[in-house]
Nanobody, 127 residues
């Protein structure tokens, strides 16, 4: 089974940028589609972005489209989320998740489609 560890969260001012990382171990991340989700205080966890096995296909929530970019480096067994033009409403715990994928185009958007989750990293955007 693959294990996921997020890092790179922190405190940033509105309008700033931050990159969070998801490091995989145990199995090659190239076998998995990977997604980022977030959960703000008092709210349900929501989809942010997903990337297919080899990075050819991506999907984004409307709220982050044009500001966030998901990417992956399978050689480093890692997936990244570059967050630009951050807003206070982006404040949340960010989780990466992985699911085995037999296809190169799959970009799951539902929590139920993912079988492995990291512990999360806190991102706080101040005004």
């Amino acid at each position: 089974q693959v294990q996921l560890v997020e890092s790179g969260g922190g405190l940033v001012q509105a309008g700033g940028s931050l990159r969070v990382s998801c490091a995989a171990s145990g199995r090659p991340i190239s076998n998995f589609a990977v997604g980022w989700f977030r959960q703000a205080p008092g709210k349900e966890r929501e989809f942010v972005a997903a990337v297919s096995r080899i990075g050819s296909f991506t999907a984004y929530a409307d709220s982050v489209k044009g500001r966030f970019t998901i990417s992956r480096d399978n050689a480093k067994n890692s997936v990244y989320l570059q967050m630009n033009s951050l807003k206070t409403e982006d404040t949340a715990v960010y989780y990466c998740a992985a699911t085995p994928s037999d296809t190169i185009y799959r970009t799951p958007k539902k929590e139920s489609e993912y079988s492995v989750w990291g512990q999360g990293t806190q991102v706080t955007v101040s005004s």
